[in-house]
């Protein structure tokens, strides 16, 4: 009888266990639920707000009737985009029967870039715009045919969709990568180098508008080419601010403004996350990042590399403008945690370290990345991403994140070869960083 009853007791008590699981798992699925309501709740207000500044918005549009307000509704328009893309990724992966409502949306946003695009033709040219030498520009019309001279000035035209539109560019653009077909064809015209452009190719290419970036050889072109009534503008590149501000410019002259801000907000969305990530980091990394090595020039202060230096950690040059010449005793002062060496210019890791130990003998074992092993090379696309000042600087961003920080992507290994054949950047950060990043990363991966 005793033993029955211990039997009795111990089912009893392996029931009561199973019930108290079932009772935790129940309330954990109503904790769920829960959350998923909130979320659902706050999408759809969102998606409420969204809608009443798109009916704002369609309202203005019948009353527009100037340049100003074109801009400001175009800007209106790309920021909506922008938010929308995000959105529609967040109710895809929580509850569908809202995507219909979001799919709505989003056709009355093309709807609306679609007549924004017709009023720009008669409202917004001619466009005056300020380039970055800070001349006043005016384009009289839409251009039709464009000519860039730099490998970033080409890649930002690709980002605010005009790249059907160039006809001329500078012999190291390579992106997209439809460039090498079109010149084949000879649809494109290689109107020289980056500081050596030709006028006789330019004039060649018959363009419409010459954009260019703030170096002399671009600015120098601007009274000769007026001479034949082309218009130059030069994009200002002097940090992350001014990639966002040539996109809007680029936009501006192109008449693509919607496109333009719809990118500008991408990209600042990127940068913001990639900041907020880093800030998790408890000691933010020292980084030296080096361009050439005979003699030695460093990322300083006040460029666009500084910025995404800055961002992924502390760039230890920063106190020097522009990009300096340094000692290989400064990286002893300043002790770098990482080393960034890029692939061009004869500047990559093994160039680097050769240099530093040469130099510095034995002592070069005291820095940090040397003792440590943190020197990284950026390559390929990855590279260009890197050293060109245009919307694809934001991929090098991650590209660099995930190297530096690769336990915030739940990334176990990293080669000290950053390229796309060692590390595929759009891999390791999708899911894990807003959908406005993941569109220009794989914008930037275009092949």
Same mark, same amino acid.
């Given at each position: 009888?005793?033993?029955?009853?211990?039997?009795?007791?111990?089912?009893?008590?392996?029931?009561?266990?199973?019930?108290?699981?079932?009772?935790?798992?129940?309330? !954990?699925?109503?904790?769920?639920?829960?959350?998923?309501?909130?979320?659902?709740? #706050?999408?759809?207000?969102?998606?409420?707000?969204?809608?009443?500044?798109?009916? /704002?918005?369609?309202?203005?549009?019948?009353?527009?009737?100037?340049?100003?307000?074109?801009? &400001?509704?175009?800007?209106?328009?790309?920021?909506?985009?922008?938010?929308?893309?995000?959105?529609? #990724?967040?109710?895809?992966?929580?509850?569908?029967?809202?995507?219909?409502?979001?799919?709505?949306?989003?056709?009355?946003?093309?709807?609306?870039?679609?007549?924004?695009?017709?009023?720009?033709?008669?409202?917004?040219?001619?466009?005056?715009?300020?380039?970055? #030498?800070?001349?006043?520009?005016?384009?009289?019309?839409?251009?039709?045919?464009?000519?860039?001279?730099?490998?970033?000035?080409?890649?930002?035209?690709?980002?605010?969709?005009?790249?059907?539109?160039?006809?001329?560019?500078?012999?190291?653009?390579?992106?997209?990568?439809?460039?090498?077909?079109? *010149?084949?064809?000879?649809?494109?015209?290689?109107?020289?180098?980056?500081?050596?452009?030709?006028?006789?190719?330019?004039?060649?290419?018959?363009?419409?508008?010459?954009?260019?970036?703030?170096?002399?050889?671009?600015?120098?072109?601007?009274?000769?080419? #007026?001479?034949?009534?082309?218009?130059?503008?030069?994009?200002?590149?002097?940090?992350?601010?001014?990639?966002?501000?040539?996109?809007?410019? *680029? /936009?501006?002259?192109? /008449?693509?403004?919607?496109?333009?801000?719809?990118? &500008?907000?991408?990209?600042?969305?990127?940068?913001? $996350?990639?900041?907020?990530?880093?800030?998790?980091?408890?000691?933010?990394?020292?980084?030296?990042?080096?361009?050439?090595?005979?003699?030695?020039?460093?990322?300083?202060?006040?460029?666009?590399?500084?910025?995404?230096?800055?961002?992924?950690?502390?760039?230890?040059?920063?106190?020097? !403008?522009?990009?300096?010449?340094?000692?290989?005793?400064? $990286?002893?002062?300043?002790?770098?945690?990482?080393? *960034?060496?890029?692939?061009?210019?004869?500047?990559?890791?093994?160039?680097?370290?050769?240099?530093?130990?040469?130099?510095?003998?034995?002592?070069?074992?005291?820095?940090? &990345?040397?003792?440590?092993?943190?020197?990284?090379?950026?390559? /390929?696309?990855?590279?260009? &991403?890197?050293?060109?000042?245009?919307?694809?600087?934001?991929?090098?961003?991650?590209?660099?994140?995930?190297?530096?920080?690769?336990?915030?992507?739940?990334?176990?290994?990293?080669?000290?070869?950053?390229?796309?054949?060692?590390?595929?950047?759009?891999?390791?950060?999708?899911?894990?960083?807003?959908?406005?990043?993941?569109?220009?990363?794989?914008?930037?991966?275009?092949?």
């Amino acid at each position: 009888m005793l033993i029955a009853f211990g039997a009795l007791y111990q089912s009893l008590r392996q029931l009561s266990g199973e019930v108290e699981s079932l009772r935790e798992e129940l309330q !954990r699925e109503a904790a769920k639920d829960v959350e998923r309501s909130r979320e659902l709740n #706050a999408i759809a207000s969102s998606l409420e707000q969204l809608s009443k500044r798109i009916e /704002g918005v369609e309202e203005s549009l019948k009353r527009a009737a100037s340049a100003a307000e074109l801009r &400001a509704l175009a800007e209106e328009v790309g920021r909506a985009r922008a938010e929308l893309s995000i959105m529609r #990724a967040s109710i895809a992966a929580v509850n569908r029967s809202l995507l219909e409502q979001t799919d709505k949306a989003v056709k009355r946003l093309d709807e609306l870039k679609k007549e924004i695009d017709s009023l720009a033709e008669r409202l917004l040219f001619p466009a005056k715009v300020v380039d970055g #030498a800070g001349d006043t520009i005016t384009i009289m019309k839409r251009p039709a045919r464009i000519v860039t001279l730099a490998p970033s000035a080409t890649e930002t035209v690709f980002f605010v969709g005009a790249f059907d539109r160039v006809v001329g560019t500078d012999q190291f653009s390579n992106f997209p990568s439809i460039i090498r077909q079109k *010149v084949e064809r000879k649809e494109i015209i290689i109107v020289g180098g980056f500081v050596n452009p030709s006028v006789e190719k330019i004039l060649e290419a018959k363009p419409d508008v010459v954009i260019g970036v703030t170096n002399r050889a671009h600015i120098a072109l601007k009274d000769i080419l #007026a001479q034949y009534r082309i218009p130059v503008v030069v994009l200002p590149q002097s940090n992350l601010s001014d990639v966002l501000r040539g996109t809007i410019i *680029v /936009g501006e002259v192109t /008449g693509n403004l919607v496109e333009a801000y719809e990118m &500008a907000t991408k990209m600042k969305v990127a940068a913001s $996350f990639a900041l907020a990530l880093s800030n998790q980091v408890k000691e933010r990394p020292k980084i030296a990042s080096v361009v050439w090595t005979q003699p030695i020039y460093a990322v300083g202060g006040g460029s666009w590399q500084h910025d995404v230096l800055s961002i992924v950690g502390t760039n230890v040059y920063a106190d020097l !403008r522009g990009w300096p010449v340094v000692s290989p005793e400064s $990286f002893l002062a300043r002790k770098p945690d990482v080393i *960034v060496a890029t692939g061009s210019h004869g500047a990559g890791r093994e160039a680097v370290i050769n240099v530093l130990r040469s130099a510095l003998g034995d002592s070069v074992g005291e820095i940090p &990345a040397i003792a440590r092993d943190r020197v990284f090379e950026t390559q /390929g696309s990855y590279n260009d &991403a890197y050293v060109r000042p245009s919307p694809r600087t934001f991929m090098s961003l991650y590209v660099l994140m995930v190297a530096v920080h690769p336990y915030l992507f739940n990334v176990t290994a990293v080669s000290l070869v950053l390229s796309p054949e060692n590390l595929d950047v759009q891999r390791a950060v999708e899911k894990k960083v807003p959908e406005e990043a993941m569109v220009l990363i794989r914008m930037s991966l275009e092949r």
